[in-house]
C-alpha cells in the first residue's frame, strides 16, 4: 500500500513515498520557495537527486506536479493506489493526544490553533487542502508534534503564572519534536528489550529539545508553551529569565515582533557565537581559535546536561540515553563534551564507538552504567506508520 508522508511549510513542501507496510521509500523530494520568485524542486529517487525549476504559485501546483512526477518515475500508475497521506502538524494543543483522521472539525481545530504555531499550523492548512483538492479519495491524517508530550501531568505542564493565562489563554507546556521522540525512544526501547525503560531522548539539531520517558510515555520535555523554550538551539535563546524581555523592550523601544525575532532568529549558537547558527561552522571557529565560538559551544553542552541531570532525577535513574538530530547524529566532540560531563553518574564514553555519524550505535563502554546511543530520527516513518494504522484498522 502507497502512502505518503508530507510536511508542509509556508514556502515549502517536503514528501516521502512508502510501500507500507514494508516501509520501503519509493520516491521522497522537497519543493521549495513555493509562492516566491525562482521556486524549484528536488526529487530523490534509487539514490540519485535531479533538481529542477518549476512555476510554484501555490502548495496546489507543487502538489500537481508531485502527482506527473510519480506518474512519470512509475511509481504509481493512478492517483487511487495512494492510500494515505499523513501530514506533520507543529501544534495540536491539548486537543490531540494521538494522530487523527483529518475531518472538517479536525481541520478547524488545526487552524483555529494558528496563534499558538503562527508561522506552521496555517502552513499545515494549506498542504491539507491542496492534497486533499488533488488525491481525494486518500485518507488524510493529522500527526501532532505535540501529542507525544499530552502525557505529562499538570505539574509538570503548568508555568507558575496566574492561573487564568492557562484557563482563558491555553498558557502551558506544550513541547515539540513529539514524533522525533516517539520514535527515539521506540526504537531505544526496542534495543533495550525491556519495557519499563527509563530513557532520555536528545533530539539536537537546528531547533533542540530533550525529553524525558518512561515505559515509552513522556514526564516531561524541554521545550515549553512554544519551542524557544528549554535548550540553547541554532537560533533559539531556549530558557532565560523572562524578565529580560520587558527590561529590553524598554531600553531598545523593541516591539514585541522585534524582540520576539532576537530571542527566535538572532540567538542561540549565533547570538553568542556571533559566526553563525551552525554548529559545523562554529566548531571550525573554535578550531581557529575564536573564544566566542568556543563560549557559544560550551552554554550549548552546559544546557544539555543541566537537563539530563534533571531528567536522571525526575526518573529516578535512567536504563539509556540517545542522541539524535543533525547534531546529535553527527558531531563527535558535543557528544563527547556532553557525556564527559555525566562521568558523575557513572557514564563512560568510547571514543572510538563515538567515532560515528549519523548511524545507529552504542557510543558508551561495555561497563558504562547508563547506555548511550546514537539513533538517527525518522519523523516521516512514524507519520508514515500511523497513517497506515488508520487504514489498516
Ligand atoms: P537538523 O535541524 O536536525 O537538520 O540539524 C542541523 C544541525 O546539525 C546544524 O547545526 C548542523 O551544523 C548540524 N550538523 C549536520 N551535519 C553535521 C555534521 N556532519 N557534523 C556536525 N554537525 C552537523
Redesign the pocket.
Known amino acids: 500500500m502507497k502512502i505518503l508522508s508530507v510536511n508542509a511549510g509556508s514556502s515549502s513542501l517536503k514528501f516521502q513515498m512508502y510501500e507500507m507496510p514494508e516501509e520501503k521509500v519509493l520516491i521522497s523530494g522537497v519543493f521549495e520557495r513555493i509562492g516566491i520568485n525562482g521556486s524549484c524542486y528536488t526529487i530523490k529517487l534509487n539514490g540519485e537527486k535531479v533538481s529542477k525549476d518549476a512555476i510554484l504559485n501555490s502548495h496546489k501546483d507543487a502538489v500537481k506536479i508531485l502527482v506527473e512526477e510519480l506518474i512519470a518515475n512509475n511509481i504509481i500508475a493512478d492517483l487511487n493506489e495512494i492510500k494515505g497521506i499523513g501530514h506533520r502538524i507543529v501544534q495540536g494543543a491539548d486537543k490531540f493526544e494521538s494522530s487523527v483522521v483529518i475531518n472538517d472539525e479536525v481541520l478547524k481545530t488545526i487552524s483555529d490553533l494558528s496563534s499558538l504555531a503562527p508561522l506552521h499550523n496555517p502552513a499545515a492548512v494549506i498542504g491539507i487542502e491542496a492534497f486533499k483538492e488533488m488525491i481525494p479519495n486518500a485518507v488524510a491524517v493529522a500527526v501532532f508534534d505535540t501529542s507525544f508530550h499530552q502525557t505529562m501531568e499538570e505539574e509538570t505542564y503548568l508555568y507558575a503564572l496566574p492561573y487564568e493565562w492557562y484557563t482563558d489563554y491555553q498558557v502551558r507546556k506544550y513541547g515539540a519534536h513529539g514524533t522525533s521522540h516517539k520514535y527515539v525512544a521506540n526504537r531505544l526501547s526496542d534495543i533495550l528489550n525491556k519495557k519499563d525503560s527509563k530513557v532520555i531522548v536528545c533530539h539536537l539539531?537546528?531547533?533542540g529539545s530533550i525529553t524525558a520517558v518512561k515505559n515509552g510515555k513522556c514526564v516531561d520535555t524541554s521545550m515549553g508553551f512554544t519551542p524557544n523554550a528549554g535548550l540553547v538551539m541554532?537560533t533559539r535563546c531556549g530558557d532565560i529569565d523572562a524578565s529580560i524581555i520587558p527590561y529590553m523592550m524598554q531600553k531598545t523601544n523593541m516591539t514585541p515582533q522585534d524582540i520576539d525575532n532576537v530571542i527566535n532568529k538572532k540567538s542561540g549558537l549565533l547570538g553568542i557565537s556571533g559566526v553563525s547558527?551552525?554548529?559545523?561552522d562554529v566548531?571550525n571557529g573554535i578550531k581557529e581559535g575564536n573564544k566566542r565560538c568556543l563560549l557559544a559551544e560550551k552554554i550549548f553542552v552546559r544546557r544539555v546536561v543541566d537537563y539530563i541531570a534533571k531528567y536522571y532525577v525526575l526518573l529516578n535513574g535512567v536504563d539509556a540515553i540517545a542522541f539524535t538530530?543533525?547534531?546529535g547524529e553527527?558531531?563527535i566532540t558535543i557528544r563527547k563534551q556532553i557525556i564527559e560531563k555525566l562521568s558523575i553518574l557513572g557514564v563512560e564514553l568510547d571514543e572510538e564507538r563515538n567515532n560515528v555519524?549519523g548511524k545507529e550505535q552504542l557510543i558508551t563502554a561495555d561497563n558504562s552504567k547508563i547506555a548511550c546511543y546514537v539513533i538517527p530520527t525518522d519523523e516521516e516513518v512514524m507519520i508514515a506508520r500511523d497513517t497506515y494504522s488508520f487504514i489498516e484498522g
Request: glycine share 26%; no cysteine; charged share 25%.
Open positions: 539539531g537546528n531547533g541554532g547558527s551552525d554548529s559545523r566548531e538530530a543533525g547534531i553527527n558531531s555519524r
